[in-house]
């Protein structure tokens, strides 16, 4: 193999990446298989030259980073009153949180369409294409309705001049009321009260967890950062709270009790399981034990990272919150979870991408996240182990370097947007915490390099960044 690309081309054994829904139209196999500039609509711009004009007018948070973020929600009002409030025709679920937010908004997603329920789901940020971002029944929208989106209403976005997030928001919104959803799963970007998803009002709110990121713009404690994620908590909407952390429980206990909104942490009333001897990283058995029913259910998840016990343990309070509500049944929930690559194109969660040697990507970046991905490195049995690594240029290295072994091989790169981390820079800091490598210039070479260099039984993990694990995906 010449590199990675053909080593991941050529991979057989490879279940884990995004398969389309069964119920998905030929219209989407085309969609997904054509490149953006060969495909044209009646309209003027393609979707290539659509994407460029928005990157290009519009500040893009995930692209220049801090600069592109907005501290209030004149715009998305402004948009919202526009369009003339597209979400208050459907029912959502509102999910924000530090780390988790994206697995849990996916499985819930789901659920729902295990269902039976035309469900959209709103995710951030995207890994390849811009339309991942916004999905019906797993289904991305299509490039005609982004470049119809644009065109159509060009004039209100130059003249609100929105961030990139902003806009992308507003068109979701519209799209899923579009498309005659039943409900909308909206994932919020990094923050929560003043977050541009935050004029919805769901009928169940989510706070996965709070964590030490984003802290520049979201507050220099955990409290802080708590009270910013509990704006999204409503009057009367009942809150899930997957984890009860010394620092913010309190905060999450008076905003929900201020707001006369019931609060369930998920940890207090459930306890999970994955199975510590699965070693199929295709998918992993799983128990989840309800405390307060004395009962419990197993089923399996194509997730396999140790975080997601987690995460299940906040999707089964979400769904006893549902259950009623939407008339879930426990079958919608075992094959929702079972099912959420397959029907909502999830990808960059501890991802299998080859076996000999084992490669594995994971989106983790922030402290506790990539905490419990190196934890769960450690545990695999290999000779050795390689680990290509990026950040984006405003990560706080002193709280994530430390957390690598340095009893591995590292390739020190950057991924292709503004925001990348220089990798001689990285390089450098990494020496002082006894991270001893090589600098490559693109992922593409330091995963040449790394394949070079493994054995069979060796171990290579790709992360630090979602942007390094988009280009591998």
């Known amino acids: 193999m010449t590199g990675l690309l053909n080593y991941l081309i050529y991979r057989p054994h490879d279940r884990t990446t995004a398969r389309p829904h069964d119920r998905a139209t030929a219209r989407l196999q085309d969609c997904k298989t054509a490149r953006p500039q060969d495909r044209k609509t009646n309209k003027s711009m393609t979707y290539k030259e659509t994407l460029d004009f928005l990157y290009s007018h519009l500040p893009a948070y995930h692209r220049i980073g801090k600069a592109a973020y907005k501290n209030d929600l004149n715009n998305t009002i402004a948009l919202d009153n526009y369009f003339a409030h597209p979400h208050r025709s459907y029912k959502t679920i509102h999910v924000a949180g530090t780390n988790g937010k994206g697995s849990v908004s996916h499985m819930i997603a789901s659920v729902l369409q295990e269902a039976g329920y035309r469900t959209g789901l709103y995710t951030s940020p995207h890994l390849k294409d811009f339309r991942e971002r916004i999905r019906v029944n797993g289904e991305m929208i299509p490039e005609e309705e982004v470049i119809a989106f644009v065109e159509n209403h060009r004039t209100i976005l130059e003249s609100v001049q929105p961030s990139f997030f902003e806009m992308t928001v507003a ?42 990121d984003h802290m520049d713009l979201l507050g220099n404690t955990l409290e802080k950062v708590a009270t ?61 034990a309800d ?16 975080y997601q016990e987690a995460n299940l343990r906040t999707i089964s309070q979400l769904y006893s919150c549902l259950e009623t509500k939407l008339n879930l049944s426990e079958a919608d929930l075992e094959t929702g979870i079972s099912n959420v690559i397959k029907n909502t194109g999830l990808q960059g969660r501890w991802q299998l991408l080859g076996r000999k040697p084992l490669v594995i990507c994971d989106t983790g970046h922030n402290h506790e996240g990539l905490e419990y991905v190196i934890k769960q490195l450690l545990k695999i049995p290999v000779i050795k182990r390689h680990i290509i690594l990026g950040f984006v240029n405003d ?4 709280s994530v370097l430390p957390l690598f072994p340095v009893d591995s091989v590292y390739y020190f790169t950057k991924a292709s947007v503004p925001r990348a981390l220089d ?51």
């Open 171 to 212: 068109m979701a919104l519209k799209y899923f009321q579009d498309q005659k959803i039943d409900v909308g799963v909206i994932e919020a970007g990094l923050g929560g009260r003043l977050d541009s998803t935050n004029i919805i009002t769901p009928v169940v709110s989510v706070i996965t967890n709070i964590g030490h």
């Open 228 to 288: 910013e994620k509990a704006g999204i908590i409503k009057r009367g909407v009942p809150v899930v709270i997957g984890e009860t952390q010394p620092d913010t429980s309190a905060v999450f206990t008076s905003f929900a009790n201020n707001l006369q909104s019931q609060i369930f942490f998920s940890d207090q009333n459930f306890s999970c399981r994955l199975d510590p001897s699965d070693t199929d990283l295709d998918m992993r058995g799983f128990t989840v």
């Open 291 to 306: 405390l307060k029913r004395n009962r419990s259910f197993a089923g399996n998840i194509p997730l396999t990272g140790d």
């Open 395 to 398: 990560k706080d290295l002193t």
């Open 423 to 473: 990798e001689n820079k990285l390089m450098s800091e990494a020496v002082r915490y006894g991270l001893i490598g090589s600098s490559f210039s693109t992922i593409k070479d330091a995963c040449n390099e790394a394949i070079k260099n493994a054995g069979p039984d060796d171990l290579i993990f790709i992360g630090g960044s979602t942007f390094v694990v988009a280009e591998v995906i």
